[in-house]
Every structure is written in C-alpha cells, then in structure tokens.
C-alpha cells in the first residue's frame, strides 16, 4: 500500500484503567496518562454504528461462527475499496474490509482478534501439530504436514485461527488450501500466517457513549472554544455576509452547531442535487425543527439526468456531476442574493484528503465567484466530529448508523463499491442506476466488467478493470495564416457560436464566406468559446463572473447580451462544458 499517509497528528489514546478513548494524553477521568494507540494513519476513527456493527457481526458470524459485542471504534485506513482497522478496548483486532471480487466483507485478523475470539470460533480454525508450532511462532507457514485437523467448510482464500494441539490460538493467516485438501494432500502449503504469537484476552467491562463523552469533555469545550473564536475572527477580517452550506453530513452538522454556538448572524442552505438519498431531505427538515432554523433549498432539479446522455456516466477523474449539479446552482444562489460576495462556512476536514489538507482552512473556489470559504474544523479528526456530535446531542443522519461513513449523492463516483453494497439493502434507486450503467455498456459493446468498478473513472486504474471508453467530444482546428478559418469536426449551431465569440476583443474575429475566421492571437479564447457555446449545459458557473451583467441563461443556454458586453474575457473561467 506504500508510504503511510499523514494528514495530521493522530490523536487515539487509550486509558487502560477507565477502558476509554481519549482524544488527548491524559484521562479526564482518573487522570492517568492515555496509552498511545497505535492505528494506522491518517487516524479517520469513528464510533461503531447499528450498522458497522452488523457487517463485522455478519462477517465474524461467516468466517469464525460466532460475534462479538462492546464498545468498538473503526479507523478507515488507506485502500482500494473501504477497509477499516476495528478497535476493542484500545487494540487493533483487526481489518474489515470490502472484498470486490466476493461482494462482500472480509475480515483479517490480528493477534489480539484470534485471543478474543478463539474460545468462541466453530468454524475457520486449524490446528498444527506440536513440530509446527515453533516454526510458526517463527514466522513460517503452516505446511500441509503440520496440519492435525481442521474445520470443515475452509476454502481456499478464507481467513483462518491457527491453533496450538492444546487450542490456544497461535497464529492467523488465509488458507492456502480447502479443508478436503488439507486432509489429503502430502504436500504444500495449507495457511500462510501473517501473524503468529502467544496472548490472552482480558476481558474488561465495556464503555458506554456517556462515559466517552464524559472523560472528553473538557477537550471537546476546548475545541469548541477554538472553533467558535475562528467563526468569529474571520468574519471581522472579512466583512461578508455569512451562511452555513448544509449537506445533511456529520462535518457540515458540527459546523452548524459551531456556528449557532458563535451568536453571530448568518444564513443556511442546504444544495438539493436531485440524487440524494431520500432520509438526507427528512433529516436536513429534521434538523431545521429541532433547531427552529430557516434553511434555504437551493434545487439543482433534474440537472443529473438531463446532462448525463451528453456527459456520460460521471468519474472520479470526471466530475462533470458536482459542476452541473452543486456549483452551478450554488453560483446562481450567491449571485442572486449575495451578489458582492459571500462567506460560506464548510465542513471540511484535512484529514479526509490530501488536496483538503492542503487547501487550508480559508480558500477561494475557482468554480464559484464570490464565494469565500472556510472551515472552523479543518484540524478536526473524525472522532472528534463524532464526540462533539454526541456532547451536543445532535440528530444523527440514519444512513451514518446504517454503516455508511460519508453522505452525499446516491451514485456519486466516488464512492466505495461498499457503500453501493450498504445502499442497496435500504433503497432501491441504486439497482436502477447500475441497471442505467448495464444498459449504457451494452449499447456500446463495453464489457460488462466496466459496470463493476471501472465505470468510476475517465481513467481507470488497473485494479478497477481498467476498462477505458470513448467519449464524443467537440473538436475544433483552426488552418491558415493570420486569420485562421475554424475547422470542426461535426455540425454546430453557428448563430449560437456568433453570440458566444462577441466576447472575444471587436475585430479579433469575422465571418468570411460562411466561414468563422480568427485573429491567431485569440485562437485559445475563440476555441474555448467555441466548445461552450455548443456544449453548454446551463449550469450557470460564468454568471457570477461576468462583471457587468452580461451573461444571461435562455432555455438551459448561455447567451452573451451584446449591448452589455465589455470583451473583458472574464467569463473565460472554469466551465464544465470545455473540461468535461
């Protein structure tokens, strides 16, 4: 997987006294001094939902025959689909993770999962025979010869406990071969041990939510503190009006919370998509109530599906979706109620992504013109999120305790394949898009692997398929000297065209015997220009760039009102008609 991936200092320790998570050193509760956990970085941690789990249950219950209950904590860790390191009593137990090619989770065990589970396990065990076990707490594997005896029902692939001749557990590892074969074969290789050793488990009483809270508190109103003083300061320093972008998520849930916390005066809105999931519009209704709040609905309408023919399936290397359906209609919002600018708090968070930690706390969108970002939380961790959640006692997304760990657009491509997995068990628009992806594939003669992964991206990375498809995309050429006559490689609408290249600077282009002709120092803007006047989706992106109100939409289209025009070229930003 390479190098680990740092976004921030991670901040998971552990009071072996009190049994509890700390998100500092020392115990707010007896004062000890917190063990470090050691979990893999970033350090994303988050409470074990309903539906966190139930997977690990289903998973455990699959593989070993048996579950577990307590207070868990899961840290997501870097991989190709979800993968989360599950945290029992301040110990990595081990590894849940979605298994594309099964289509379903797997779990790998750690040494202190096979302690935990070994006495309750009546499936997925192997036991060595005494010659075998020194060379495997060695770090060798277990040879067919070394095996005495084993479950029924392993497979090969499956994840096992290996077990001394007396039943402690002494190692964990896949299984090389079937149980049948590991009963007749002579020779080869029956478990490749990842871990080995000796340990017990203590069995500890569990934690509950309020003693987690507890023991954090004084923590959690420090961070608030901090936060609520950010809210404040960058509204001094800027002066704008503020609003709060509400997505229905955890992180934008915390900023709101901040925000009322901080008695400043601010607006909130909430960005329909169109593609949300059913239970984010209730609980966005939900939260208004609780709180008596006014919360703007800004509605992107069918903007998805109108555009997704022309665009095709979006990708995480091709998100034409987030342009036509957030920014766009977000543009429009500002524009038309903060046209001299607008201070929008986010919930973003560095420890999501790399481009997230390092875009800062303040930032500018090249996508959205007035608009001012910033975020109170940007050096927050997902526990802490999660702890403030629970401090406040604030309404929870249900989709959160369903098992999933962000929340956005149903089909968004950035999603894992697990949590199409998750989705799928409660709603059913998700069978109806991959039903929409079969479709589109078959009519194209696109193997029908590309559906199972490889349609998330423009360019898809080899573990995905790697199934790349064509898109039809406007070409223009220009050929000549000076004046270079516009080539392109299919019918346009040239009234449309005209319109859009009266932004170029007066006497930089002409028509000449029907043709469009440009001056070759404009090429590059009568190109762009060109590309947008017949792809344009309506998104509405280059209205608040325009600084003399020259740009209008009519019937979905942008038109150029040509008594208006300056020939600035400021519109001749991001557009997702020309990226995409």
Not at 569 to 576: E, Q, S, T, V, Y
């Amino acid at each position: 997987m390479g190098r680990p991936v740092y976004l921030g200092r991670l901040k998971l320790y552990w009071c072996d006294k009190c049994n509890l998570p700390l998100l500092n050193k020392k115990c707010g509760k007896c004062g000890a001094e917190g063990r470090k956990v050691n979990i893999t970085p970033p350090g994303e941690v988050r409470i074990g939902f309903e539906g966190d789990m139930q997977i690990l249950n289903e998973t455990l219950k699959r593989t070993f025959g048996t579950e577990i209950d307590g207070f868990l904590l899961f840290n997501r860790i870097p991989h190709y689909d979800r993968m989360d390191e599950v945290i029992m009593d301040g110990k990595v137990i081990g590894n849940l993770r979605y298994d594309v090619e099964r289509g379903n989770f797997t779990i790998a065990l750690r040494m202190e999962g096979s302690y935990l589970l070994n006495d309750k396990i009546t499936k997925g065990w192997v036991i060595a025979d005494k010659g075998a076990v020194e060379p495997i707490l060695k770090g060798r594997n277990l040879m067919v010869p070394g095996v005495r005896e084993c479950a029924e029902g392993i497979e090969r692939g499956d994840e096992v406990i290996v077990r001394d001749p007396d039943g402690k557990a002494i190692a964990v590892g896949i299984a090389k071969m079937s149980s049948e074969e590991m009963r007749k074969l002579e020779r080869g290789m029956a478990v490749k041990i990842r871990h080995s050793g000796y340990g017990k488990w203590e069995k500890r009483r569990q934690a509950n939510i309020e003693e987690v809270i507890e023991v954090n508190e004084k923590y959690l109103k420090n961070i608030e503190e901090r936060a609520v003083h950010f809210i404040k300061d960058i509204k001094r320093r800027y002066n704008l009006p503020m609003a709060v972008s509400f997505s229905g998520g955890k992180d934008s849930l915390v900023v709101l919370l901040l925000a009322l916390e901080s008695r400043l005066e601010f607006s909130i809105f909430f960005l329909d998509t169109g593609i949300e999931l059913p239970e984010t519009i209730e609980y966005v209704e939900e939260v208004e109530k609780k709180y008596n709040l006014n919360i703007d609905k800004i509605s992107a309408g069918n903007a998805f599906f109108e555009n997704l023919e022309h665009f095709g399936p979006p990708g995480r290397d091709y998100r034409w979706c987030c342009k036509a359906c957030k920014l766009g209609p977000t543009t429009r919002y500002i524009l038309e109620n903060y046209p001299k600018g607008l201070l929008t708090l986010i919930g973003q968070r560095r420890y999501e992504s790399m481009e997230r930690m390092k875009k800062g706390s303040v930032w500018e969108n090249e996508w959205v013109p007035n608009q001012l970002s910033a975020s109170p939380i940007q050096e927050w961790t997902s526990l802490e999120v999660w702890l403030y959640i629970f401090w406040k006692r604030a309404p929870i997304n249900p989709w959160y305790r369903r098992g999933l760990t962000r929340i956005g657009c149903y089909l968004c491509p950035s999603s894992d394949i697990a949590d199409f997995y998750i989705e799928a068990k409660y709603f059913d628009g998700i069978e109806k898009w991959f039903e929409y992806l079969r479709k589109y594939a078959k009519e194209r003669g696109i193997p029908e692997e590309w559906v199972k992964s490889s349609w998330r991206w423009k360019n898809p990375p080899k573990w995905a398929g790697g199934i790349e498809i064509e898109r039809n995309k406007l070409e223009v050429n220009f050929e000549g000297e000076k004046w270079k006559k516009v080539k392109l490689n299919k019918e346009i609408d040239m009234d449309v065209v005209e319109n859009l290249l009266f932004a170029l600077p007066e006497g930089s282009w002409r028509i000449k015997n029907g043709n469009v002709e440009v001056d070759n120092r404009f090429l590059r803007e009568a190109e762009s220009l060109i590309i947008r006047s017949q792809e344009c989706i309506g998104c509405g992106i280059c209205l608040g760039r325009c600084p003399v109100d020259a740009l209008i939409l009519i019937d979905g289209k942008i038109k150029i009102v040509e008594d208006k025009c300056i020939h600035c070229l400021d519109c001749l930003g991001k557009c997702p008609a020309e990226e995409f």
